[in-house]
């Protein structure tokens, strides 16, 4: 079955940081891999799909991007609301679905 | 506007059942997948299963977690997908999301329901 790494697990920073987030899978080739955001006491948030695509309404200091098995959320310059716990996911594996482990993003 | 609606969540003791319903509001639900994806408390997300669209016949896939255990229904009728939890466990006691994909992600989810399981 796939495995998704994503690392780190915690992250602190700053507002007006630049940050980076991995999920690196275990296996497969796929564009079909998407970054979520969650905060306490709310549903998941779609902030990334097909690895690169800025999902409608998503502001744009969110980016994706893709090297072989390895894919990057980056978030350019931190603002007070983005300090949340981040997820990945590939929904191209059948038969089951894999999260990422998800990282906790706190300010510094 | 398109809304997922879960309920059915509640208190429930090791071994018992109970039944989730997700009514889906602004789309037709047998056109697209539904998922159900579920996350303990203080823990990350864990996908449960999912029902295909009609299009691929309604083939249902489970975590191998919840197989055996939890059976995913639709009803077309009323819009909504079910989510039946038998024998449950201390370790189901989670917050319920439906979700349905566009695209490979997860574009909308409902607000979840919570399940717990305890004596």
């Known amino acids: 079955d796939l495995q998704l790494t994503q690392s780190p697990s915690f992250l602190s920073a700053s507002v007006g940081d630049r940050v980076t987030i991995t999920c690196r899978a275990s296996?497969?080739?796929?564009?079909?891999l998407s970054w979520y955001q969650q905060k306490p006491g709310e549903a998941p948030r779609l902030l990334i799909y097909t690895a690169s695509t800025l999902q409608t309404g998503v502001p744009s200091r969110f980016s994706g991007s893709t090297s072989g098995t390895e894919f990057t959320l980056a978030i350019s310059s931190l603002q007070p609301e983005d300090f949340a716990t981040y997820y990945c996911l590939r929904l191209d594996t059948y038969p089951t679905i894999t999260f990422g482990q998800g990282t906790r993003l706190e300010i510094k | 506007e398109v809304q997922l609606v879960e309920s059915g969540g509640g208190l429930v003791q090791p071994g018992g059942s109970l039944r989730l319903s997700c009514a889906v509001f602004?789309?037709?639900?047998?056109?697209?997948?539904m998922d159900w994806v579920r996350q303990a408390p203080g823990k990350g997300l864990e996908w449960v299963g999912r029902?295909?669209?009609?299009?691929?016949?309604?083939?249902?896939d489970y975590a191998a977690s919840v197989k055996g255990r939890f059976t995913i229904s639709r009803d077309d009728s009323k819009n909504s997908v079910s989510l039946q939890m038998n024998r449950l466990e201390i370790d189901d006691t989670a917050l319920y999301y439906c979700?349905?994909?566009?695209?490979?992600?997860?574009?909308?989810w409902g607000h979840g329901t919570l399940v717990t399981v305890s004596s």
């Open positions: 979700a349905s994909p566009r695209v490979g992600a997860y574009t909308f």
């Open positions: 602004g789309f037709t639900s047998s056109d697209h997948y």
């Open positions: 296996q497969g080739l796929s564009d079909y």
């Open positions: 029902t295909r669209n009609k299009a691929n016949k309604f083939i249902i």
